[in-house]
């Protein structure tokens, strides 16, 4: 028997065996019941400050665009730094390496139809320093964001960019809320004199650790924030109890109950990530194991369910700045090669689109999670696409049974990640296992391996879900990784 075919046989048996007489675990899907009506997609922080000093080349960056266009990329929230193209006296250096570069992932993005959230990081820490300006609060700082993102939208025209975030982690950077306020206060009023309102929506407070800010700004702020941000780095111990899913939910609550107009802003998580000992603002040794990729699911999941409109992980790319490992492929030093959770996450990013519907999902278990989304299908009219996402958080396989009443009958693509195995292709994208037919209005069963991610979707059809299991065979690198033969 082919190897591939072997390991999940082997882990069906297994699974059996350890299911024994206990009863599958009920999903009720329920299409009425929608939590979120725009989902805007599971993006990520994607940063071109490194790229110059980790030595990126060309070549190296069409690897990571073809990576970004396999995810289809929904949204990526990118730094920039107003000193990058402010030299002093009024003088602008468009030309500068790291404006250049900055463009060049604008020009990925204008092209994909990725959402940017263009971030302006701030002036006040020294590595940040810009001419002629020392406080945020200055009137000319906000009017050199004002003439970047000008030509950036006029001249350039980028239109993806649709949000601009004044400041990174303000409550950690300005640590004053009145002068953070006035800064925003000010680009606010510097982008209308520019007639530049039309074009980009605010987006704040891009708080980390500060839930007092993310109050703040919905009090004090609403009428100029378009929509609402926060950061949050969860501790493994808060998601595997689900109390991630309440944080979101608390903060969400809040915005919509004291902003009249918030139904209608995008409630955004700037940042997501998952700590644990080691961590710290540049170092996540936990981003190289196979159990980030299920915890990251995990979190993703708890997220959207709570209401959340996008979630960005951090971050892309190891490479995005010097020291990093937070992203999901290693640095070109070490060949670019992805990380367990690139498999996941960009599944998540790939299947559950901008534009899709996320609907409720009622559980009869604490060790499973469960998203489901559906949007139009643009190749059938009166027809809608599904993908569904189910993390096992158990440590033993547990059956899923999926149904919804008056459900469709769909044939979904089945994906699989498990510490054990993962399928992909030799680029490292992952291969579905199959084409399931599955009828949601009788209902289906679905064996999941124990700590693994199963991802559902009508999206499309696969040409690689043709290829049968004896066309793959095993490689490894931080984890099983079964490979198909090109």
Same mark, same amino acid.
């Given at each position: 028997?082919?190897?591939?075919? #072997?390991?999940?046989?082997?882990?069906?048996?297994v699974?059996? /065996?350890?299911?024994?007489?206990?009863?599958?675990?009920?999903?009720?899907?329920?299409?009425?019941?929608v939590?979120?009506?725009?989902?805007?997609?599971?993006?990520?922080?994607?940063? #071109?400050?490194?790229?110059?000093?980790?030595?990126?080349?060309?070549?190296?960056?069409a690897?990571?665009?073809?990576?970004?266009?396999?995810?289809?990329?929904?949204?990526?929230?990118?730094?920039? /730094?107003?000193r990058?193209?402010?030299?002093?006296?009024?003088?602008?250096?468009?030309?500068?390496?790291?404006?250049?570069?900055?463009?060049?992932?604008?020009d990925?993005?204008?092209?994909?139809?990725?959402?940017?959230?263009?971030?302006?990081?701030?002036?006040?820490?020294?590595?940040?320093?810009?001419?002629?300006?020392?406080?945020?609060?200055?009137?000319?700082?906000?009017?050199?964001?004002?003439?970047?993102?000008?030509?950036?939208?006029?001249?350039?025209?980028?239109?993806?960019?649709?949000?601009?975030?004044?400041?990174?982690?303000?409550?950690?950077?300005?640590?004053?809320?009145?002068?953070?306020?006035?800064?925003?206060?000010n680009?606010?009023?510097? @982008?209308?004199?520019?007639?530049l309102?039309?074009?980009?929506?605010?987006?704040?407070?891009?708080?980390?650790?500060?839930?007092?800010?993310?109050?703040?700004?919905?009090? /004090?702020?609403?009428?100029?924030?378009?929509?609402?941000?926060?950061?949050?780095?969860?501790?493994?111990?808060?998601?595997?109890?689900g109390?991630?899913?309440?944080?979101?939910?608390?903060?969400?609550?809040?915005?919509?109950?004291?902003?009249?107009?918030?139904?209608?802003?995008?409630?955004?998580?700037?940042?997501?990530?998952?700590?644990?000992?080691?961590?710290?603002?540049?170092s996540?040794?936990?981003?190289?194991?196979?159990r980030?990729?299920?915890?990251m $699911?995990?979190?993703?999941?708890?997220?959207?369910?709570?209401?959340?409109?996008?979630?960005?992980?951090?971050?892309?790319?190891?490479?995005?700045?010097?020291? @990093?490992?937070?992203?999901?492929?290693?640095?070109?030093?070490?060949?670019?090669?992805?990380k367990?959770?690139?498999?996941?996450?960009?599944?998540?990013?790939?299947? @559950?689109?901008?534009? $899709?519907?996320?609907?409720?999902?009622?559980?009869? #278990?604490?060790?499973?999670?469960?998203?489901?989304a559906?949007?139009?299908?643009?190749?059938?009219?009166?027809?809608?696409?599904? #993908?569904?996402?189910?993390?096992?958080?158990?440590?033993?396989?547990?059956?899923?049974?999926l149904?919804?009443?008056?459900?469709?009958?769909l044939?979904?693509n089945?994906?699989g @990640?498990?510490?054990?195995?993962?399928?992909?292709?030799?680029?490292?994208?992952?291969?579905?296992?199959?084409?399931?037919?599955?009828?949601?209005?009788?209902?289906?069963?679905?064996?999941?391996?124990?700590?693994?991610?199963?991802?559902?979707?009508?999206?499309?059809?696969?040409?690689?879900?043709t290829?049968?299991?004896?066309d793959l065979?095993?490689?490894?690198?931080?984890?099983i990784?079964?490979?198909?033969?090109?």
């Amino acid at each position: 028997m082919n190897p591939v075919t #072997s390991l999940f046989a082997s882990a069906l048996i297994v699974a059996s /065996q350890a299911r024994g007489d206990e009863a599958p675990v009920s999903v009720q899907l329920d299409p009425v019941s929608v939590i979120c009506q725009k989902f805007l997609g599971f993006g990520a922080e994607w940063d #071109s400050n490194g790229y110059d000093e980790n030595k990126v080349t060309e070549a190296d960056f069409a690897v990571i665009r073809k990576r970004v266009e396999w995810m289809h990329l929904p949204m990526a929230r990118i730094m920039m /730094q107003s000193r990058w193209c402010y030299k002093g006296n009024g003088q602008y250096d468009w030309n500068d390496p790291k404006m250049l570069a900055l463009c060049r992932q604008l020009d990925v993005c204008q092209k994909l139809g990725t959402t940017v959230l263009l971030t302006e990081w701030g002036i006040e820490p020294s590595w940040l320093a810009t001419p002629e300006v020392g406080k945020v609060e200055d009137p000319k700082y906000a009017g050199i964001i004002a003439t970047y993102m000008d030509y950036l939208l006029n001249n350039k025209k980028y239109t993806c960019i649709k949000y601009f975030i004044q400041g990174n982690e303000p409550n950690l950077e300005v640590k004053e809320w009145n002068r953070w306020k006035k800064n925003v206060e000010n680009v606010a009023a510097a @982008f209308q004199a520019k007639g530049l309102e039309a074009k980009v929506v605010l987006m704040g407070s891009d708080q980390s650790g500060g839930d007092d800010w993310h109050r703040n700004a919905v009090d /004090q702020l609403q009428g100029i924030l378009g929509a609402y941000d926060i950061h949050h780095y969860a501790t493994e111990e808060l998601v595997r109890t689900g109390g991630l899913f309440d944080y979101y939910k608390k903060n969400w609550e809040y915005a919509l109950a004291r902003d009249p107009k918030a139904k209608n802003k995008p409630l955004v998580v700037g940042e997501a990530g998952v700590i644990g000992p080691g961590c710290d603002a540049g170092s996540n040794p936990m981003s190289g194991d196979p159990r980030y990729a299920v915890v990251m $699911s995990d979190y993703a999941v708890q997220a959207a369910n709570a209401g959340s409109w996008a979630v960005l992980a951090w971050m892309l790319d190891d490479n995005s700045h010097e020291g @990093f490992t937070w992203g999901m492929w290693k640095k070109r030093g070490n060949g670019l090669a992805t990380k367990p959770w690139f498999y996941t996450w960009s599944l998540l990013s790939r299947c @559950f689109p901008a534009g $899709s519907t996320i609907v409720r999902a009622g559980l009869t #278990s604490g060790d499973i999670r469960v998203l489901a989304a559906n949007w139009d299908n643009k190749m059938i009219a009166g027809e809608r696409c599904w #993908s569904i996402c189910i993390v096992n958080r158990a440590a033993t396989p547990k059956t899923v049974r999926l149904h919804m009443t008056g459900g469709p009958s769909l044939n979904l693509n089945r994906y699989g @990640f498990s510490h054990a195995s993962a399928v992909t292709d030799k680029n490292g994208f992952p291969l579905a296992l199959e084409k399931l037919p599955c009828n949601l209005g009788t209902g289906v069963e679905l064996l999941c391996e124990a700590n693994s991610v199963i991802v559902l979707s009508s999206m499309g059809d696969d040409p690689n879900v043709t290829k049968p299991l004896s066309d793959l065979v095993t490689g490894s690198s931080d984890f099983i990784c079964a490979q198909a033969v090109q």
